[in-house]
């Protein structure tokens, strides 16, 4: 095997294991998205999302509604930790996923940010470790000790992690989220405006996309609104175009369970403005990043040209959203940047997820012989 198609080889199989861990969640991933898009300040209906304040800042009485109130906790603690587990459960199984959760709970409460990176990190190493201190005494323990060996060195385990992971992890996903938010300025200063995608549409798909964007796009967008009225800062990170052609590519060319969700979350994205619901696409597919990067270079560039932008944020990043804060000189130029890099990012993800469509078809084939085989097995029993 030559090193290219072994580095190809390489490459599938460490985003088929993204995918085993993100994909099987992608259900939590809608169910926040709907939350967030109805009950959010700037959503379908914030009324519901928290108790209203009276002129002195008291809560008044709604019949006790503050749904807003499950948003934080879900993108925080349970989106990361089920993607932990899941992780975990695809290196050694249930052990493997409950020290992935343990561990994880270090890097969540280690950043301000939420922490998807730092589960997809440590759930599989939490499972890992697990395994080799398995092995250790594998056949060696005393009959009737079993559970309380198996107990207590998944405890320690994953309380160790948890410390390093606090320590050690946390910090240096902060660190690169924070590298990430410098490297957007430099190149904004640098004139170089459609190169911001390069970093943001990572960012993006990494879940740092609320410190890219709240840290640094937004504080610039808003000074240079203050002296023109507009600016496309605030389209970089939240322009719904490049997310959309991405779900659309899955929705005509992908298989299995992506093409059959797909749907769902383009109504999510587009519509309700939640990006991070196609997050996980990508994931699953590294390669298309390079359709998100030159979607989201594509809707830069044509805002650029026609010198148009927002008047504020668009929050959260829907459709309407970007088009209630659109100036009248400017619809032309927002209109085209959501189109043309909806376009560019279809046609590149389409290709890709084309190319290894056969594979793909192999693999759900595979799936269901498995599970038809195992149904058999329990039959049998």
């Not at 009276?54 to 349970?78: E, H, R, S």
């Not at 992971?165 to 590298?179: E, H, W």
């Not at 196609?278 to 040209?305: C, D, E, H, R, S």
Request: proline fraction near 5%.
């Amino acid at each position: 095997m030559t090193t290219s198609s072994s580095a190809r080889v390489g490459i599938q199989k460490f985003g088929s294991f993204l995918s085993g861990m993100v994909m099987p969640n992608i259900a939590a991933f809608i169910a926040w998205g709907l939350i967030t898009a109805f009950f959010i300040p700037t959503g379908w209906l914030p009324a519901l999302g928290a108790n209203p304040l009276d002129a002195d800042g008291n809560a008044l009485n709604n019949g006790g509604l503050n749904f807003l109130a499950m948003v934080g906790p879900m993108i925080v603690y349970m989106l990361p930790l089920l993607i932990a587990n899941t992780g975990g459960r695809l290196v050694y199984g249930v052990r493997g996923g409950v020290v992935g959760v343990i561990g994880t709970m270090g890097v969540i409460v280690g950043t301000s940010i939420p922490m998807f990176m730092g589960a997809m990190i440590v759930g599989p190493l939490g499972g890992w470790l697990i395994k080799k201190v398995d092995a250790i005494w594998a056949g060696k323990i005393r009959a009737g000790f079993e559970m309380l060996v198996d107990n207590f060195s998944a405890g320690i385990v994953g309380g160790v992690l948890a410390c390093v992971a606090f320590l050690g992890i946390a910090p240096f996903v902060q660190t690169v989220s924070d590298a990430l938010g410098k490297g957007v300025q430099a190149l904004y200063d640098s004139g170089f405006a459609p190169l911001l995608s390069i970093l943001v549409e990572p960012a993006k798909v990494l879940f740092l996309n609320n410190a890219i964007n709240h840290g640094v796009l937004t504080p610039l967008g808003t000074e240079a609104a203050a002296a023109s009225g507009k600016s496309f800062l605030f389209l970089v990170e939240a322009n719904p175009g490049p997310g959309l052609g991405i779900l659309l590519a899955f929705a005509v060319f992908g298989v299995g369970l992506s093409k059959a969700s797909a749907p769902g979350a383009i109504i999510i994205h587009f519509l309700g403005g939640i990006h991070e619901v196609y997050f996980p696409y990508v994931l699953m597919k590294p390669a298309i990043i390079v359709a998100a990067i030159a979607g989201g270079a594509t809707g830069v560039a044509t805002n650029w040209l026609f010198g148009s932008g927002l008047r504020a944020p668009a929050s959260p990043g829907s459709i309407f959203a970007v088009l209630l804060q659109t100036p009248a000189d400017s619809y032309v130029g927002v209109i085209l940047s959501v189109v043309l890099s909806a376009t560019v990012s279809f046609l590149i993800a389409g290709i890709i997820v084309r190319s290894t469509r056969k594979a793909d078809l192999a693999a759900e084939a595979g799936d269901l012989a498995a599970a038809q085989a195992q149904s058999k097995a329990n039959k049998g029993k």
